[in-house]
């Protein structure tokens, strides 16, 4: 009889989020994953065979998560693509990812990788039936306001939100 799939990935990526969220990427190492998940540390190295796999592992979990969202924000809403993409990364989002990516930075730049090929594809998205240079703008703008919620920078107020989501929604028109 098969064996049925181990739940261990998951929880060795749960362990080194919370270990990234809580004390940074200098606390993350395979010894303290493996505790934190309740397995060894040969067990976390038979999925990840390091911690920068870990980190590597997040970074393509945490945009896969985010494309799910903004096609569940544009189905739920009935939005297109871009403004669903938009909301999810700008003024609405839920910045789970943010810690992820930066813990991919202070490791090992050459780790997000996964995140210039989506950015690529996404840019290639908002092109679609759009002027190239508010594609472009959209893009910038959005992912500006993503990377600040990421690092920790206070949300502008609700003036200055009001003024960039009547832009953004004129760019995306």
Known sequence: MPRPPSDAPDRILAAAAAILADEGP???SVERVARQAGLSKGGVLHHYRSREAMVSAL???ALDRLDARVAARQADQELPWARAFAAELSLDADQRGGVVLLAAIALDPGLLSPLWARRAAWAR???EGR??????L???A???LWLGAALGEPAPDAAARAVLRTRLEELLA
């Open 125 to 127: 998205r908002l092109a």
């Open 59 to 61: 970074v393509v979990r």
């Open 142 to 144: 959005v992912e500006r």
């Open 131 to 136: 002027d190239p240079g508010d594609a472009a």
């Open 138 to 140: 959209i893009q910038a």
């Open 26 to 28: 200098a606390a993350l």
